[in-house]
């Protein structure tokens, strides 16, 4: 329940009306005092308000949750003249609300050598524009990503070693909150399938942004091999790999509604075409299936850029956005692209996102 300030009440004009005011004299002294104070003491603290007014109750037809509720208390940004500020002299520039986050998600490939993998994860921390990454078929890079200068990463253990799933972010932006890793799908054995695949998970990891205090959740996941048709793009193959992708996506639909946390988006590698995708709205694929909780970059920003597994052509890697946050300009898409130069067989997608 959100408490309104009731700030006065008019009174009724039907009363008496009788003077209950102090002695005229003094009323003549204070009005006097109020004259002369400004030239004398011109240096006064300004009044602070008196309530914060959540920023999220303009949302509708919506249930009050930590994210509705939570005040906007974020760090100001003064815009250059090319991006809407205003010159110098007696106006102050425009200062928004807003933080740029970039967010990129890259397969790092787990049968290449960990020389090859750290150099990837080296490269593309390394770039300034780069904030938080969602990583898949990391399981034999853990330890080099807990050793990335500037970065924190939140790694879950898995037999003896990691999971293939983790989440790293620039130390200076963010703290880690909390993090889990919840199970999605049973793998499929040699002897049951003809493409056999390990079981899936699901990662959720929660950081604070530092400068505001707000929360960011990163949702990361890797949907099995060999799951759509690459003689039709866009369907299904009839495949018991393609069957559990379709429920790994409904486990990670529910996934992303239990989060409470200001933003919200994902990561992964989803093996299944974007273009082809967001064309058929296939039905049980991404898009049908994450649309009523989240919207890809494909869809905002579109799929020109050149592809993220370039030995297929196929744009399988994602960054996914929370639609309530998009439609309420929590987040905005500035743009997504790919970046070349890695040793995996994936490029990473790095999108840029305004936060507020």
């Keep these: 329940m959100v408490r309104r300030v009731r700030l006065g009440r008019r009174d009724d004009g039907r009363r008496r009306l009788t003077w209950a005011g102090p002695p005229p004299l003094l009323l003549l002294a204070t009005v006097l005092g109020l004259v002369v104070a400004p030239a004398v ?24 949750t930590p994210r509705t509720i939570e005040p906007r208390i974020m760090r100001q940004v003064a815009l250059p003249l090319s991006r809407g500020g205003q010159a110098g002299g007696t106006v102050a520039p425009v200062l928004p609300a807003i933080e740029v986050v970039g967010v990129a998600s890259l397969n790092l490939l787990q049968t290449q050598p960990i020389s090859a993998a750290t150099a990837d994860a080296l490269r593309l921390t390394g770039r300034s524009d780069v904030d938080v990454v969602g990583w898949q078929e990391a399981q034999k890079a853990g330890l080099a990503l807990h ?14 070693g990691f999971a293939e799933l983790a989440v790293s972010w620039r130390t200076k932006k963010f703290k880690f909150v909390d993090a889990r890793i919840q199970d999605a799908i049973a793998g ?24 505001s205090g707000r929360r960011l959740t990163v949702l990361d996941a890797h949907l099995p091999p060999v799951i759509e048709d690459l003689t039709r793009p866009g369907r299904w193959t009839a495949t018991q790999n393609a069957e559990q992708a379709r429920s790994q996506l ?35 694929g991404p898009v049908r299936t994450l649309g009523r909780v989240a919207r890809s970059t494909y869809q905002v920003v ?43 067989d994936h490029r990473p997608l790095l999108a840029e996102l305004r936060l507020s």
């Design 147 to 160: 050793d990335l200068p500037g970065w924190t990463t939140a790694t879950f253990p898995e037999k003896g």
């Design 250 to 284: 409904r486990d990670l639909a529910r996934a992303w509604r239990s989060v409470d946390t200001r933003w919200v988006v994902g990561t992964g590698d989803f093996n299944f075409g974007a273009r082809a995708d967001l064309k058929r709205r296939t039905a049980g």
């Design 188 to 211: 499929v054995g040699a002897g049951l399938g003809r493409y056999p695949f390990g079981s899936r998970q699901i990662a959720v990891v929660t950081l604070e942004h530092r400068a």
């Design 302 to 344: 579109g799929t020109g850029q050149r592809p993220t597994y370039p030995s297929l052509k196929r744009s399988i890697d994602y960054v996914w956005l929370d639609r309530d946050d998009l439609r309420t300009d929590e987040i905005d898409v500035l743009g997504h692209r790919v970046l070349t130069g890695y040793h995996s």
């Design 41 to 64: 003491a011109d240096d006064r603290p300004a009044a602070k308000p008196a309530a914060v007014s959540p920023a999220g109750s303009a949302r509708t037809g919506a249930a009050a």
